[in-house]
């Protein structure tokens, strides 16, 4: 990935990042079809360029201060770049919403390069996830912070100092890898490209069942991880907005969170696996 360093762009210097993008075009060799001359382009950086920023920062606020926001911005330069060459107006999407999606990925990619989630935090993940199944299955309901810590033999500091480690998880979360036909030896594919699948019938209807266990997970979750996960992610509340709308700390939203993509992390995995 060429990178583009654009710490100029923190002040928002429309100009600047116009250049630095088109001179990343021309390294990286792409080329523009069918999609506007030269100004289109610089006049679309410059219009998008804020929300580039505003995703990665939004990101950046759920990982840990080693992961540079800068990279993040830079790679979602890249994204939107790729977003401007590749649009087609003809599909009927507005532009925002496809150079949103763009970015994202781009700077999930970045991301995953960096493989910023240490050995043992993703160790205890693991744990919490055995843990969080293990006392569902048991008691037939969602499980209470203490009765995960208890199982898991950690008190209930010690168990949410975890949840506030594994912040971020999220972000990843969702790319898990899943059979691209259940009881098949082909590669696992990410369940995104099944959701975002194209025509093919058997491919449509894993998209759809892979929907509806998401769906139903969302549903089973408690009724406090239900309202941070949509005001999260629907409303596109920051953790800290979460916070006052529920009037407790941003890091108990945090971990609130955090607990609830574990939870539908395990929904997944149980669908991978049947």
């Given at each position: ?20 993008a ?34 990665a920062?939004r ?22 770049l790729?977003a ?9 999407v ?8 763009r ?12 493989d ?13 996830e055995?843990a969080v ?6 008691l ?11 199982v ?17 998880i999220?972000?990843l ?11 098949s030896i ?70 609130i ?13 149980s669908?991978?696996?049947m």
């Amino acid at each position: 990935m060429h990178r583009i360093q654009v710490k100029c762009y923190g002040k928002t210097n429309p100009d600047a990042t116009a250049r630095y993008a088109r001179k990343s075009v021309q390294s990286g060799g792409h080329k523009r079809s069918g999609a506007g001359d030269e100004a289109e382009r610089d006049a679309l950086i410059v219009k998008y360029a804020p929300l580039v920023k505003f995703l990665a920062s939004r990101m950046a606020m759920r990982l840990p201060p080693s992961v540079s926001v800068d990279d993040l911005i830079s790679a979602g330069i890249m994204g939107l770049l790729d977003a401007i060459e590749k649009f087609d107006p003809g599909k009927k999407v507005q532009f925002r919403t496809y150079a949103e999606f763009r970015i994202k990925g781009a700077i999930l990619d970045e991301l995953r390069s960096m493989d910023w989630i240490p050995r043992s935090i993703r160790k205890k993940i693991r744990e919490m996830e055995q843990a969080v199944t293990s006392v569902e299955q048991k008691l037939g309901r969602p499980a209470e912070d203490r009765e995960i810590a208890e199982v898991m033999g950690v008190d209930l500091d010690t168990y949410r100092d975890m949840l506030d480690k594994a912040r971020g998880i999220d972000l990843l979360s969702f790319d898990e890898y899943v059979s691209s036909h259940k009881h098949s030896i082909e590669p696992k594919r990410p369940y995104k490209s099944l959701i975002q699948t194209g025509e093919d019938t058997v491919e449509h209807v894993m998209a759809q069942e892979l929907k509806e266990v998401i769906a139903d997970g969302i549903k089973a979750l408690p009724k406090k991880d239900q309202m941070v996960v949509s005001l999260y992610y629907y409303n596109e509340l920051t953790l800290k907005e979460i916070g006052k709308v529920m009037g407790l700390t941003e890091s108990r939203i945090s971990q609130i969170h955090t607990k609830a993509i574990i939870r539908l992390r395990t929904r997944l995995r149980s669908y991978s696996e049947m």
